[in-house]
């Protein structure tokens, strides 16, 4: 069964400080990759990355997938207090069910 | 409606005990998914929805959990003599074939 490796599991950052979540995928049927935003209980969608490589960029976030890593980094700037939040990965193997990691517990200081 | 909706958002219910939890997929969405999502733990797939096809029933952890979807809308999740390890947040999507899942905000299933 294919795996989705998120890290780090946790981050504490100070507002305005830049960071940098990861994560991992293996590769069978693989299609895209999804980024989500969970604050309390609804996942909400982020970015779609398929092999193409092509960045995927919205205000201060920003991501890009590397099909030789078979990995995907998730960028945030200048961060802010509304960015804390479990951000999840998950990989697409084409039969519309989603394989999601742990996520990475964002916590930004004010 | 504008967007997925679940309910109960909360339901605490006695050990051994049969619970229904609801999802109504966004209108003309022709896909429908249940995660559970565990303390600390990442979503984990149970059923798939899609259509007129038989659903894949392939993560549901026990014959205890079952589900089903009428007339290709309203879907509900069963879980029979409810234990413990059953708490979490079910959390339920749809989407267009193709297109980015919607999510809704979830039951948190409390089991004591």
């Known amino acids: 069964e294919d795996k989705v490796v998120q890290s780090p599991l946790s981050l504490v950052v100070h507002e305005g400080d830049t960071v940098t979540l990861n994560c991992s995928y293996e590769?069978?049927?693989?299609?895209?990759l999804l980024w989500y935003k969970q604050e309390k209980k609804a996942p909400t969608f982020l970015f779609m990355l398929?092999?193409?490589?092509i960045e995927k960029k919205s205000g201060r976030l920003s991501s890009i997938l590397d099909k030789k890593e078979l990995s995907s980094i998730l960028n945030i700037t200048a961060t802010q207090t509304g960015d804390s939040a479990i951000y999840l990965c998950?990989?697409?193997?084409?039969?519309?069910?989603?394989?999601f990691g742990t996520g990475t517990r964002l916590t930004i200081i004010p | 409606g504008a967007g997925v909706s679940q309910s109960p958002s909360n339901k605490v219910t006695e050990k051994g005990k049969d619970v229904e939890l609801r999802c109504d997929p966004i209108?003309?969405?022709?896909?429908l998914y249940w995660y559970r999502q565990s303390l600390g733990q990442g979503l984990e797939f149970l059923i798939y929805?899609?259509?007129?096809?038989?659903?894949?029933k392939s993560g549901l952890p026990s014959d205890r959990f079952s589900a089903e979807r009428t007339g290709g809308s309203v879907s509900t999740l069963t879980i029979q003599r409810t234990q413990q390890e059953d708490s979490a947040v079910y959390l339920c999507?749809?989407?267009?074939?193709?297109?980015?899942?919607?999510f809704g905000s979830g039951t948190r299933l409390t089991v004591v």
């Open positions: 999507a749809s989407s267009l074939e193709r297109h980015g899942y919607t």
């Open positions: 590769v069978t049927n693989f299609r895209s």
């Open positions: 398929t092999s193409s490589g």
């Open positions: 998950a990989e697409n193997l084409g039969n519309e069910k989603l394989t």
């Open positions: 209108s003309g969405h022709t896909a």
């Open positions: 929805f899609q259509g007129n096809s038989a659903p894949d």
